[in-house]
């Protein structure tokens, strides 16, 4: 019998706090009789803290389940579950586990019971929910969430609510967006994106100081921002099968740039004064507009043409990560200035780390 209690109950208390009916093939009306039995019979259902129910048939649990009035910790993975169990009312739950089933987002109610909520673990991994459940974001003493291995397309936005969230677990989903609320979960430590769609990460993940592992693999990144480099607590970053691993953008073919573009480079590269009234409004914003050549040999500008091109940046001394940056001219990349900067071999080791990761 497997037990989550303390390590300083002796074996019977441990036994006595677990009810374990697990790998029974159990349907919802076998388990709804025994589960009356505990509770009419035996009269013992507030002496348990653990309830495994994983590895059967139920598809919802019995209303006899608010008996269990002490009850922690329900776990009820594997199973054919279509109804999202209905115990916050009286069960005062740190941990519900409820991965592998066949929940939907018409499976939970339009909001939860809160009386005598405490819940710090859910874990809805593996079932067939298409929408982040907004309802989640009134489990504000949440510290673990899993939803890995879904069909959910989006991060709701009120994400920022869970304020104690420590792991956030939505790989294996259809997420092509992060929004910028997952930068104010500031108490974060791993955030699991893999397997997605994410196309770009906001650049307040610069704000989650305390994370530790962000793992972004499988997606459709081109590039990380910057401020990633603000990172400091970062240990694990994992960045395989990535455009931006899989194929470095470092000489993309060049349109020729418009005369447009040509006068305006020329009238800021010699410094031309040019003055309201002298042309029409629109050219002085074009000209506003101008971006500088990250090449600090390069004093040239660029405004729509430009390359794009992979600069390895390094980690806070662990590792060198590539970040995109955009130069005014492809031959700023075949510089001396970049040549260290690009050089695969300088730091082989480091970069298998986060390559290969």
């Known amino acids: 019998m497997e037990c989550y ?37 035996k009269n013992c259902a507030e002496n348990y803290e653990i309830l495994l129910l994983y590895n059967n048939r139920i598809k919802a649990l019995p209303d006899t389940i608010n008996k269990f009035c002490n ?34 987002n018409e ?29 989640i974001m ?32 939505i790989g294996g989903n259809q997420i092509s967006e992060v929004p910028e609320s997952v930068g104010r979960l500031t108490t974060l430590q791993a955030l699991v994106l893999s397997d997605n769609q994410i196309e770009q990460l906001p650049a307040s993940i610069a704000n989650l100081k305390q ?27 994992s960045l395989r099968d990535n455009p931006l691993v899989v194929r470095f953008v470092r000489d993309m073919t060049l349109q020729p740039p418009s005369l447009l573009e040509l006068a305006g480079r020329t009238i800021k590269l010699h410094e031309i004064p040019v003055h309201a009234g002298d042309v029409p409004d629109t050219l002085i914003q074009y000209l506003r507009a101008a971006q500088c050549c990250v090449n600090p040999k390069c004093k040239g500008v660029f405004f729509d043409n430009r390359v794009e091109h992979i ?41 298998r780390k986060v390559l290969l990761g």
Request: hydrophobic share 35%; charged share 20%; glycine share 4%.
């Open 107 to 135: 499976s939970f109610p339009k909001c939860f019971n809160l009386t005598k909520c405490t819940l710090k673990e859910l874990n809805l991994s593996g079932n067939h929910i298409n929408f982040f459940p907004e309802q």
């Open 138 to 169: 009134e489990l504000t003493s949440l510290k673990y969430l899993y939803l890995g291995g879904n069909n959910i397309v989006n991060i709701s936005k009120d994400i920022w609510k869970l304020t104690s969230l420590q792991i956030l677990s």
């Open 311 to 351: 600069k390895f940046v390094d980690f806070c001394g662990k590792y060198r990560i590539p970040l995109l940056q955009y130069l005014c001219s492809s031959k700023c990349i075949t510089g001396r200035w970049e040549s260290r900067e690009m050089d695969n071999n300088l730091h082989p080791h480091m970069m």
């Open 71 to 104: 009850l922690k910790i329900l776990d009820i993975s594997n199973n054919r579950l279509t109804v999202f169990p209905d115990v916050f009312k009286s069960c005062p739950l740190t941990s519900l586990i409820a991965k592998n089933n066949q929940l939907t």
């Open 5 to 41: 209690t303390s390590d300083s109950c002796d074996s019977d208390s441990r036994e006595q706090k677990t009810l374990d009916l697990s790998c029974k093939l159990m349907d919802s009306i076998n388990l709804s009789s025994e589960l009356k039995g505990i509770v009419d019979e």
């Open 211 to 237: 994370l530790r592992s962000l793992l972004i693999h499988k997606n459709k990144l081109k590039t990380l921002p910057t401020q990633i480099i603000k990172l400091t607590c970062l240990t694990e970053l």
